[in-house]
């Protein structure tokens, strides 16, 4: 396991080092390749993983890298950060296989393909990490391929949306630095299993509550949180599909992620200071991500940035879960986040074929009636809209549940009717977000009489092509099989999670 998680970081270095070996032509084919070779890996790790204990980190490497930083090239995985891993691998490949045949064959396209290749080095050393400055590094690694592809290759206002992306995400990133060098100095060490171990030890709760505050608000940008979220439309609407895919898929899960295993695995008392106000600003978002949503349906806005707002109101659930601080609320966090990726990644995927088919992502460009001029299409938009609304038998539902059922007893300590609030808005909220999703299907696949929709004279649309059947069943069906049987997370998830709040229900 060891040597594999060292590959999964070597392999995609090595593939753009490869990529300015061969001809430029074969340069998106060798991407490719390599992305599907690491995700191959990564599935080698199933049958080693020690499924009895998915609460103890597993395949550890700790070799001193930079002594005078005190800084360790540490890795390993346990069942928090195993699902997030094999997420990433598999939204990458998925990625570097959809943008093959229609990457440019020139320098272009070669720099496209070793971007998103230089991603996944941040995406899946951000989830291996084992010490605090290592963190950092990997979670810093991932804004320089993603302000380029949204750059380079983004559309409309792509230059202000990117560097949003950038301004926003690097302040949140001081912070979240100095943070780090706050629980150093208190504890002596950035090795994040002794900190985890130590559960707040060596910290008084007003250190604790100061260093949550700083990386609690670096997390918080990336999650996106509201109100720090107002990169995340513009950076959505602008980047190219798979830069959007990824986005949403994987980035986001960085930030929920390292609440989770740093602020409320390191930093306890600190996580419990701020729990009440977590969840506030998770449930705001909740209720004001759907009535985005709404606003964008009722006038045809665009697509994307449709997904995006949704993916605000999403990610709130996920903070609610994390804000009650038990094993069930966080269970339902990290279902949730693997869940949204792959569904959220199905509805970007959908985008990238709005925009192939008529040139623009606005939200009823392609008309109504789709079940009748482009089934497969229009069945696959429906079964990720039912999807995100939290339909039982489908992965969206589990976290959500999971997150109001913990709000409904939150941990000792925390105000029970405070998170009785949040509940009943998180409530108003999956109402809402239901409504607007139904809207969407009713509008632009069955094209019902008396909608305000132009139905461009019901022009033959396209239907789902040979390279989006390889690149988006695969999402649909993990979300199917996530949705019947949970367990599949959650049996990895939960053992970890007890640990984490050290033995706490």
């Known amino acids: 396991m060891a040597t594999l998680l060292v590959l999964l970081l070597i392999i995609p270095a090595a593939g753009i080092i490869g990529l300015y070996c061969v001809p430029v032509a074969q340069s998106a084919r060798i991407g490719a390749a390599v992305g599907t070779l690491v995700f191959l890996l990564s599935l080698v790790l199933l049958p080693l993983f020690d499924y009895n204990h998915p609460g103890q980190m597993q395949g550890e490497v700790n070799r001193s890298w930079v002594p005078a930083f005190d800084l360790h090239f540490h890795v390993g995985i346990d069942g928090i950060s195993f699902p997030l891993l094999l997420l990433t691998t598999l939204l990458t490949a998925l990625c570097l296989l959809y943008s093959a045949r229609t990457t440019t064959k020139d320098e272009s396209g070669r720099a496209y393909t070793a971007l998103l290749l230089l ?68 504890t002596g060490t950035f090795d994040m299993v002794a900190l985890s171990r130590q559960h707040g030890a060596g910290m008084t709760a007003s250190v604790q509550a100061a260093a949550f505050l700083l990386v609690g608000l670096g997390f918080a940008v990336k999650t996106p949180m509201w109100p720090l979220h107002t990169w995340l439309p513009d950076a959505h609407t602008s980047a190219p599909t798979t830069g959007s895919v990824l986005l949403a898929g994987v980035l986001l899960k960085m930030g929920t992620y390292g609440f989770i295993r740093i602020g409320v695995g390191m930093v306890p008392e600190g996580a ?21 949503c709404m606003a964008q349906v009722r006038r045809g806005g665009d697509f994307k940035r449709l997904v995006a707002y949704s993916s605000v109101g999403h990610m709130g659930f996920v903070l609610l879960g994390i804000a009650t601080l038990t094993r069930i609320g966080i269970d339902g966090a990290l279902f949730a986040s693997v869940a949204h990726g792959l569904i959220t990644g199905l509805l970007f995927f959908i985008a990238g074929g709005f925009k192939e088919r008529t040139g623009t992502t606005e939200l009823y460009a392609l008309g109504r009636g789709l079940y009748e001029r482009a089934r497969r299409f229009g069945v696959l938009i429906a079964f990720a809209a039912m999807a995100s609304l939290g339909l039982p038998g489908l992965a969206g539902f589990w976290g959500e549940a999971y997150a109001m059922i913990g709000a409904v007893k939150p941990a000792n300590g925390l105000p029970g009717a405070g998170f009785h609030l949040l509940l009943v808005f998180a409530g108003l909220g999956m109402v809402l977000t239901a409504a607007y999703l139904l809207m969407v299907v009713r509008r632009l ?30 999402l649909a069906g993990l979300t199917l099989v996530a949705g019947l049987w949970p367990a599949v997370i959650l049996a990895l998830a939960d053992p970890a999670v007890h640990n984490l709040l050290g033995g706490a229900r």
């Open 119 to 186: 991603l996944e080095i941040g995406m899946v050393g951000t989830f291996v990490a084992q010490d605090l400055l290592l963190f950092f590094i990997f979670f810093e690694i991932v804004l320089i391929p993603m302000y380029g592809l949204i750059l380079k290759w983004g559309t409309g206002e792509r230059r202000r949306a990117a560097n949003k992306f950038i301004l926003y995400t690097l302040l949140g990133s001081a912070l979240m630095l100095l943070g780090f060098l706050l629980i150093h100095a208190k």
């Open 272 to 292: 419990h200071h701020y729990a009440m106000a977590l969840g506030a600003f998770g449930t705001v978002g909740i209720v004001y991500g759907a009535l985005a």
């Open 445 to 474: 696949c069955m094209g019902l009489p008396g909608d305000a929709v132009p139905d461009l004279h019901y022009a033959q649309v396209p239907d789902l092509t040979p390279r989006e059947l390889i690149s988006w069943t695969p």
